[in-house]
């Protein structure tokens, strides 16, 4: 297959990978990092979740007009849900 100049098509879904892993990473860090602190007693559970839900609201506010408001949106879903684990 001919690439046109200047697409590299490899480079792009490699870099779209990366992104995916950075998302699932970040995701992934905040909800345990946030269990060790209720863990330790730095947290109550309703700071937690109040914690959760403003970095939840802080990413979609950082995404707007940005283009990638469906992604940021199941991010943001996601730190919800795991915010709502924290019942009070």
């Given at each position: 297959?001919?690439?046109?100049?200047?697409?590299?098509?490899?480079?792009?879904?490699?870099?779209?990978?990366?992104?995916?892993?950075?998302?699932?990473?970040?995701?992934?860090?905040?909800?345990?990092?946030?269990?060790?602190?209720?863990?330790?007693?730095?947290l109550t559970r309703g700071e937690a979740k109040a914690t959760l839900y403003a970095m939840a609201?802080?990413?979609?506010?950082?995404?707007?007009?940005?283009?990638?408001?469906?992604?940021?949106?199941?991010?943001?879903?996601?730190?919800?849900?795991?915010?709502?684990?924290?019942?009070?």
């Amino acid at each position: 297959m001919k690439q046109m100049p200047g697409l590299d098509v490899l480079a792009a879904a490699e870099a779209v990978r990366g992104t995916r892993t950075a998302m699932f990473l970040g995701m992934e860090i905040a909800s345990r990092l946030t269990d060790v602190l209720v863990a330790k007693g730095v947290l109550t559970r309703g700071e937690a979740k109040a914690t959760l839900y403003a970095m939840a609201e802080s990413i979609r506010d950082d995404a707007g007009g940005t283009g990638s408001e469906e992604t940021t949106e199941a991010m943001a879903r996601y730190l919800e849900k795991v915010g709502d684990s924290f019942k009070a």
